[in-house]
């Protein structure tokens, strides 16, 4: 089985993230289409053995991106395109039918309540997505909550596959010795109380609430990883509040952090774990038998050329959250309306208590699955009262709960391929496409107008490592 995918950008984000841990595990010859910012995930992809190409897409009224993806599809022989993120999904979608391409899937990584990656769901945004949904084979929800969205919208129950996220777990197991060197490296007390916190700094996220909250407990500390818009404010936020030296806003990885996993943590989670997982994963797919070996594709596109990934580059999966949730006694998540909730896994991975304001991957299961996990209502005098009650008591490390044994993304690749196969086994005849791209017809041709006159729904320029978690 060959298969293409296409996401709107590799910049570091849940979603690209997510990628590059399944197509280590996919059964089938996998080739990348980055439509935008190919960025440090597409660096690790192709270390990882996998091609990617950089479409050159300028912004979401590109539409002379649709012939040139189009042709890319023709060229490549693909059995199945799979699409991620909204800007990749309408166009690609469109494309793969240009291309002759029957079988389509794509997943829904970010569909909220409200909005869509972060962008609010407008009525031109929800009447194109619901449009292209159609053109598609199967959508792909990463959990209930997001299926049950798009039943509301309209897609029917037959073409919806619930496939959960997944995680590593291993990679995030408590670690001393890193909880160590990070705080050293940080310049914070071996016995402070951290908290900790991972995510895009924007306003959905509600990290003000947990600044705000942070402020009013003397003596504790907040490590915050992500970058974004809101930064800035919530820097001023903790210096109005006198706290500006107890809130460390780390962007999307902070030197400091990096830096302390310079001995024994860098063998736990450096390039000897990264090669581990290629060989581990090289009997389930043939492009991971062996260190990436074809030629980049060139197209006049951009394609990052492979490199060494050393433990702190940004293409790798690690160590900076590992590290971080290691030095850290309490994770938060304030976010009112996640699609999954990947990072409160992550956290409860390295034995944390969580505090969370939305977490479909443990609100779906019962209690006893993830027992170190706790809702809260976006208070700030409750949150303030919950991290005191933890503080007082010693939260220690918890036993890794069964819901992060639930969640392997082994299992998540298994369910991924069974849904290919039911794509393909659907899926009428290839037909046979002129060597010329035509230009779009009917339904398609409409929906590239559409495309024109909306606003760009692709994610933020500023994504951090849980950009979508």
Known sequence: MKVLHVITGLDVGGAEQQLRLLLRRLPAHCEVVTLTRPGPVAEGIEADGTPVTHLGMTGNRDLTALPRLTGLI?????????????????????????????????????????????????????????????????????????????????VPEQRIHVVPNGIEARRFAFDPAARALVRTRLGLPLDAFVVGGAGRLV????????????TQLPGVHLLLAGAGPERETLRRMAEQFGSGDRIHLLGERDGAVDAAFSGRATAAWGTAAGEADRRGAGAQGAHSQAPHTQAPHTQGLRSPAPHAQG?????????????????????????????????????????????YGSCPAVDELPADQAPGARHFSLGVHELATALRELRRHGPGRLPVPPVVRRYD????????????????????????????????????????????SLPDPSRSPDPSPLSNR
């Open 74 to 154: 023709r060229e490549g022989g693909y059995d199945l395109v799979h699409t991620h993120l909204y800007r990749a999904c309408v166009y690609g979608r469109i494309a793969a039918r240009m291309a002759g391409v029957r079988a389509v899937v794509a997943t829904e990584h970010s569909l909220g309540d409200a909005v869509i990656e972060g962008r609010r769901l407008t009525r031109g945004v929800r009447t194109l997505y619901r449009a292209t949904e159609r053109l598609g084979t199967a959508t792909v929800a990463v959990s209930d909550t997001v299926a049950a969205r798009l039943r509301r919208w309209g």
């Open 203 to 214: 306003p959905g996220k509600r990290f003000d609430v947990l600044v705000r909250a942070v």
């Open 311 to 355: 433990p702190h580059t940004q293409g790798s999966d690690g160590p900076d959250i590992p590290g971080l949730l290691s030095a850290i006694d309490v994770f938060v998540s304030p976010s009112p309306d996640e699609a999954f909730g990947l990072a409160v896994l992550e956290a409860l991975g390295s034995g944390l208590h969580v505090l």
């Open 409 to 452: 993304i082994t299992r998540s690749a298994e369910a991924l391929m069974s849904v290919y196969e039911q794509a393909l086994a659907a899926a009428p005849t290839r037909r046979r496409s002129p060597a010329a791209v035509p230009p779009p017809q009917g339904r398609a041709a409409a929906l590239s107008a559409a495309a024109v």
